[in-house]
Structure formats: structure tokens, C-alpha cells
């Protein structure tokens, strides 16, 4: 029954619908009323500059439990990019958006049974992306900048902020500065390290996004300001400063130029001189006075500033040159005066030593003699020449300089009682100069290789020079055994020698075999300069090495000229020594006067033993070749002596031997006598 009536019911729908419809009732069902339309709120409509990612909103409507959204890029909606249903808030979530577009978007809202109609069409248009900045300061390559300093950029049209990048590579592997969300076209740099080189750059930001990075550019901070110099000379403390003195320190790095102050107080509260803008370390301060001291310090500048001053040091500097001498004695134009005097001259202040010089000529092209040194206000001055007119001037000299010359003084010297040694002639000849004698060896003769020699003839004093042959022509006898006329001269060196063979040729109206720049007479030696032998001239000279062994053999081979050989065996042999020279053993601790001995063959005395004898050469070692006039070795540090000494107690009659050498004694040692040869080569 029930069924029948529900079936009953069912069957007449239809038809009560088809009714109700034609009599205006729409929903013969629901009596509930249509949706309200929803409101767009954001973004506005018309809208630009809207990022790819945002939100749409829109107000609720009432009984909507539900919304649909459609987006589309043309106002009909003909066709759409995105279409949401089913949204439950008053707001879609937009993504992907394509920049620079404008969006058309309508919205409609929806309950359980029927959707409302669509909202009016709002639109909006994306933002196009954002431009490169232009960077504007500091200049790309900019140099000398501050370590604090602010860089800008040019504004970007829709940019909402920017970003900086600071960073010492180029690459930006790593930065020092990373700052972004910034509002205005500039930046703030501090902290920059002095005379470093770095690279920046800016990007901006609007609603899309961040924008590509500007090209870097560079800049270089200021360079360090230099550091204070080190001094290095004068040495602090130091005296006797030349008054143009050369200042110096070392190099500063950064530093273009240097400056230097220099006072006469450690304060410097006033200064003697100041100086800047110096290319070098160095500088020359004039105006410096003697005999004071001075205080000094330097700086540096450079493209980041000047530095502080350095440490003070100070100098002082040296006295003043003394004045010229005045000459006193001998008077100017003197005559008659010795051949040995005394040249004097006043004191000068402050002078520590003194100089003269002897000379034949007004124009001193040469001189006789020339003493420097001196520490008092004279000099001895001796072997002067007879009847010969003599000019002289001194000097004086201290720290601060010398003086420069006094006037010239002149006088003349009395008859010189200076005599000719007697010459004996010596044949010219062959024969083997040296000794192979083991026992003469092993006592340090050197005596080998023996050799063939060949000499010219020539003539040799008969005796050793004596000590008033040597008086009367030098005016000084320096003998330490001052013992009479015919005692030989001792205590000479080998320039004193040669300074009287000079001497004597020139008294005897012959050519000087020696020539010398200079004589120094000193505290008992004297010394000659630059000392030349000329063989080709025909005056007094020394006698080589080889003039003297064949002018003591005279003939014989044997060791000695008395025909014995080395050693002494026996008793005649002791005796033939005693009859022949005065050695170690027949001497009474001296020297003996000159040919009290038996000669040789050729009527020569002493030539082995009383002294030991100059000869010209420099001693070297012999050559193995026939030679003809040998003069020794070429240069040396001693020159040769020959034959033997009275108190030789070490070589004692090997000494005496014809070949012996004794190479030993050095060119200015006071040692030995000598003898005169004449022989033009």
C-alpha cells in the first residue's frame, strides 16, 4: 500500500514541475535565493609593476563555500592561463607569471547547489625586469683613495633597493663587503686597507627580482704613509765631520721624497738648514760652520702623507785648516850653509804634523827631499851637494785640512869635502854562477840551479863604502859602531844606498843610474818613491848579484876566493877564514875597519865577511839558461845582500861562501853596508 503511494508520487513530478514552471515558480524544489557576485580587491585593477609571484583577494560573499578564479591575457577570456575552482578563502596564489604582461582575472563565488555569475574583469601588468646599475664614483681605476670612502651608482628605473659587492679579486671568490636591500645610490665603505687594490659592484632589485651584476670596477686605496728613515751616516757621535758632509739614510718604501732638518740644539727649536722634497737618501747641507756640533733627522713623504721624523743623531765637525807656516831659518837667500842643517819654521795652531820639501828649482818639478809627518815645526835635512842653491817651503796639516804652502825660501850651500872611492877594474868574463855544495845548500844558500854567466867589464870600489866617505857626502853618518873614518858604514837600507851612488855621480860629473819621484826622510831610515834603474848610464850604482859573485871569486871556483871549500875541516882551514875576512869568530862583537883583511885576486877587500852587502837585485830564484849581464828578478819584497857578516852566528863561515845568498832582509831594513860599481849595460 505504502509502495502504490510513493510510486503514485514519483509519477507525478513531472508533471507538477512542468506546472509550477509555467506559472513562474523557478525552483519548484528550493526556495533559497542567488549568490552575490564577489567584489576583486587586490592588486587594484589597472595596476603595473606587479611581480611574476602575488596574491588575488577579494571580498567573501555571504553562503559561498566556495570560489573559482580564471586568469587569462585577453578581456573576453577566450582563452585562459590558469582557471581555479573550489577555492575555499577569498584569495588565489599566483606563480609563473611572465614580466612585463598584462593580467585580466575574474572571480565568482559558489555554494553546495549553484555558482554565482563572474565578477567584472580586473587586470594588473608584471614588472619588466630590472636594469644593470651604471657605476658613477670612484672612477673605474681610480687611485690614491681613502681607506673610508662612499661609492654610488646611477638610479635604476623600478628598482625597490640594491646590492653591493667589495672584494680584492675580481672574481668575488670572497668579499670583504656584502650589502644588500639598500635604498639610495651610494655606499659607505670604511675599514680599506692602505695601498690596496680593490674591485665593486652593484646589482638591483624591483618586484621580479634581483637584476644581473654590474662589470666590476677597480680602485686603489692611498698607499701606507711611509715609515720614519733609518740614518746611516755620519755615524752618531762622529767627529771631525768635513762642513759639507754627505747625510744619508736608507730607502723607505711608499716614499716618493725625503726632508731633513738640520740644528744646532737636539730640540730644534731653530734650524741651520731644511731641506725637502730630496729624489735620493742622501743630502749635502752647506753653510756648516767648523768646530761644531750638529743635530739631524729625516722623513719621508709619499702619496699617503708624510711620516715622523726619524731618530736624532748628531756629528760634529772638524776644526778649521791651520794657517801657512812662516819660514825662520836658514834665512831666505842664506849662502855658505852646510851640506846637513836644520830648517825650521813657527808654530801653527792646531797644526798636528807638518811637511817640507827640499827642491834644486823655484817650481818644485822635483825634489831633493820630502818629509811629511813631522810633529814638531823643523827638519833635519842632510847629503846635501855643494855649492848648489836649494829652495824650500812648508806646510802644516790638522783634522780640518791642510794649509797650502808657505812662501819659497832659498839658500846655498859652501864647498863640498865629499871625495871618489878608489875603483879597481874587473875584467869582463864568463863564469857558472851558484854552488851545488849539499852542506852549502842544506845552510840555506839557494845558490841553484848553477848557470853560465857572461858580464862586461866594469869597475868596483876597492873597499866597503866608509863612514866618512858615506859623512861627507850625506852630512849624516848613521852608523850604530861609530868608531872612526875607515870603519865601514852600517845601519843603511838599500835607499840610503842607492840615494848616495846618485850623490856621488853627480859629484863626479856622470850620469845618475836611479831615478825616484820623491825622498822621505824619516826617524833614522829614509825612504825613496817610485825607484827606476837605468843600466844604460854611466854613474855610481850597486852591484848586481852576479857583478859581486864574480868579482869575489876573481877568478877561482872554489867556495871561497882564498881557494878553500865549505866547510872548514881543519885547522888551516879555520886559518885561511882568520887571514881573509872578519867573521863570527875572529870578530870582537863588531865590525873592523876596511881592508885590514887580505884581498881577493883582483885586489878587492872584505868581500867575504866584516858586513853584509846591497846589491840591486830583488831576490828570486835563478834561471837554468846561459845568461849575459843578469839584473835579478823583476819585483820582490827584499832585495839581495852578499857576502857575509861578522856576527853571524847562525850561518857562520857558510856565509862567507862566494855563492852565498842572503835574501832576507827587507828593502827599508837598517841593516848591512855596501859598495860602488860603475858599468854602463
Known amino acids: 500500500m505504502v509502495w502504490h503511494k510513493i510510486a503514485r508520487f514519483t509519477f507525478l513530478l513531472p508533471v507538477l514541475s512542468l506546472y509550477l514552471c509555467l506559472n513562474g515558480t523557478k525552483n519548484p524544489i528550493s526556495s533559497t535565493p542567488s549568490l552575490s557576485i564577489p567584489v576583486p580587491a587586490l592588486p587594484t585593477s589597472g595596476t603595473t609593476g606587479q611581480p611574476t609571484t602575488l596574491s588575488l583577494t577579494w571580498g567573501t560573499v555571504t553562503g559561498a563555500t566556495s570560489y573559482s578564479v580564471r586568469l587569462s591575457t585577453v578581456s573576453t577570456f577566450s582563452s585562459t592561463v590558469q582557471t581555479e575552482a573550489g577555492l575555499t578563502t577569498a584569495s588565489d596564489s599566483l606563480s609563473g607569471l611572465s614580466t612585463g604582461t598584462t593580467y585580466y582575472w575574474e572571480v565568482r563565488a559558489a555554494d553546495t547547489a549553484v555558482s554565482g555569475g563572474w565578477s567584472g574583469a580586473w587586470n594588473f601588468t608584471t614588472a619588466t625586469p630590472v636594469a644593470v646599475p651604471v657605476l658613477s664614483s670612484p672612477s673605474n681605476g681610480a687611485a690614491n683613495q681613502a681607506t673610508a670612502l662612499a661609492v654610488a651608482w646611477g638610479t635604476v628605473t623600478g628598482a625597490t633597493s640594491y646590492s653591493v659587492q667589495v672584494s680584492t679579486v675580481s672574481t668575488f671568490s670572497s668579499t670583504i663587503v656584502n650589502r644588500v636591500g639598500l635604498t639610495n645610490t651610494s655606499d659607505s665603505i670604511t675599514g680599506l686597507v692602505a695601498g690596496t687594490a680593490y674591485y665593486w659592484e652593484v646589482n638591483a632589485t624591483n618586484s621580479v627580482g634581483s637584476g644581473a651584476w654590474s662589470a666590476p670596477w677597480s680602485f686603489a686605496t692611498i698607499p701606507a704613509i711611509p715609515a720614519a728613515p733609518t740614518l746611516s751616516s755620519p755615524t752618531s757621535g762622529s767627529a771631525n765631520q768635513a762642513i759639507t758632509p754627505t747625510l744619508a739614510w736608507g730607502t723607505v718604501s711608499n716614499a716618493a721624497s725625503y726632508g731633513i732638518m738640520v740644528s744646532t740644539t737636539?730640540?730644534?727649536?731653530?734650524?741651520?738648514?731644511?731641506?725637502?722634497?730630496?729624489?735620493?737618501?742622501?743630502?749635502?747641507?752647506?753653510?756648516?760652520?767648523?768646530?761644531?756640533?750638529?743635530?739631524?733627522?729625516?722623513n719621508a713623504t709619499g702619496a699617503g702623507g708624510t711620516g715622523t721624523w726619524s731618530g736624532i743623531w748628531n756629528f760634529t765637525t772638524v776644526v778649521a785648516a791651520p794657517v801657512?807656516?812662516?819660514?825662520?831659518?836658514?834665512?831666505?837667500?842664506?849662502?855658505?850653509?852646510?851640506?846637513?842643517?836644520?830648517?825650521?819654521?813657527?808654530?801653527v795652531s792646531n797644526a798636528a804634523t807638518y811637511a817640507v820639501q827640499v827642491s834644486t828649482g823655484s817650481a818644485f818639478g822635483s825634489t831633493v827631499t820630502a818629509q811629511i809627518g813631522l810633529t814638531g815645526a823643523s827638519a833635519a835635512v842632510t847629503g846635501l851637494a855643494g855649492t848648489t842653491t836649494y829652495y824650500w817651503r812648508a806646510g802644516a796639516k790638522d783634522a780640518g785640512g791642510v794649509s797650502g804652502w808657505s812662501g819659497v825660501w832659498n839658500f846655498t850651500t859652501g864647498a863640498s869635502s865629499a871625495t871618489l872611492p878608489l875603483m879597481m877594474s874587473i875584467p869582463a868574463g864568463t863564469f857558472l854562477m851558484g854552488d851545488t855544495n849539499t852542506q852549502l845548500l842544506n845552510a840555506g844558500s839557494a845558490s841553484t840551479p848553477v848557470h853560465s854567466v857572461t858580464l862586461g867589464a866594469f869597475t868596483m870600489s876597492q873597499t866597503l863604502v866608509t863612514q866618512a866617505q858615506y859623512q861627507s857626502m850625506m852630512g849624516v853618518n848613521p852608523s850604530s859602531f861609530d868608531s872612526g873614518s875607515t870603519w865601514p858604514v852600517e845601519s843603511v837600507n838599500w835607499y840610503d844606498a842607492v840615494w848616495y851612488c846618485n850623490k856621488l855621480s853627480k859629484l863626479a860629473g856622470l850620469d845618475t843610474v836611479y831615478t825616484y819621484t820623491g825622498i822621505y826622510q824619516g826617524s833614522g831610515y829614509d825612504t825613496l818613491a817610485s825607484v827606476a834603474i837605468d843600466y844604460s848610464k854611466n854613474g855610481?850604482?850597486?852591484?848586481?848579484?852576479?857583478?859581486?859573485?864574480?868579482?869575489?871569486?876573481?877568478?877561482?871556483?872554489?867556495?871561497?876566493?882564498?881557494?878553500?871549500?865549505?866547510?872548514?875541516?881543519?885547522?888551516?882551514?879555520?886559518?885561511?877564514?882568520?887571514?881573509?875576512?872578519?867573521?863570527?869568530?875572529?870578530?870582537?862583537?863588531?865590525?873592523?875597519?876596511?881592508?885590514?883583511?887580505?884581498?881577493?885576486?883582483?885586489?878587492?877587500?872584505?868581500?867575504?865577511?866584516?858586513?853584509?852587502?846591497?846589491?840591486?837585485?830583488?831576490?828570486?830564484?835563478?834561471?837554468?839558461?846561459?845568461?849575459?849581464?843578469?839584473?835579478?828578478?823583476?819585483?820582490?819584497?827584499?832585495?839581495?845582500?852578499?857576502?857575509?857578516?861578522?856576527?853571524?852566528?847562525?850561518?857562520?863561515?857558510?856565509?862567507?861562501?862566494?855563492?852565498?845568498?842572503?835574501?832576507?832582509?827587507?828593502?827599508?831594513?837598517?841593516?848591512?853596508?855596501?859598495?860602488?860599481?860603475?858599468?854602463?849595460?
Open 324 to 347: 801657512v807656516p812662516t819660514l825662520v831659518s836658514p834665512t831666505n837667500g842664506a849662502g855658505n850653509e852646510p851640506a846637513s842643517l836644520l830648517l825650521a819654521w813657527t808654530t
Open 540 to 681: 855610481y850604482r850597486l852591484p848586481t848579484e852576479a857583478e859581486f859573485e864574480y868579482a869575489n871569486r876573481a877568478g877561482r871556483a872554489t867556495d871561497y876566493y882564498w881557494g878553500r871549500n865549505y866547510p872548514p875541516m881543519t885547522t888551516a882551514d879555520t886559518l885561511a877564514i882568520d887571514s881573509n875576512a872578519v867573521w863570527y869568530y875572529n870578530s870582537p862583537a863588531s865590525p873592523q875597519p876596511v881592508a885590514k883583511k887580505l884581498p881577493n885576486a883582483w885586489g878587492l877587500y872584505d868581500m867575504s865577511g866584516n858586513l853584509w852587502e846591497w846589491c840591486n837585485d830583488w831576490y828570486g830564484g835563478y834561471g837554468a839558461t846561459n845568461q849575459t849581464n843578469p839584473t835579478g828578478a823583476a819585483s820582490g819584497s827584499s832585495r839581495v845582500q852578499r857576502g857575509g857578516s861578522w856576527d853571524d852566528s847562525t850561518l857562520v863561515a857558510a856565509g862567507l861562501c862566494a855563492a852565498y845568498r842572503n835574501g832576507s832582509a827587507t828593502i827599508g831594513a837598517n841593516a848591512g853596508g855596501f859598495r860602488v860599481v860603475i858599468g854602463a849595460r
Open 266 to 298: 737636539s730640540t730644534f727649536a731653530t734650524t741651520v738648514t731644511g731641506q725637502s722634497g730630496l729624489t735620493t737618501p742622501a743630502a749635502t747641507p752647506g753653510g756648516l760652520a767648523n768646530s761644531t756640533t750638529y743635530y739631524w733627522e729625516a
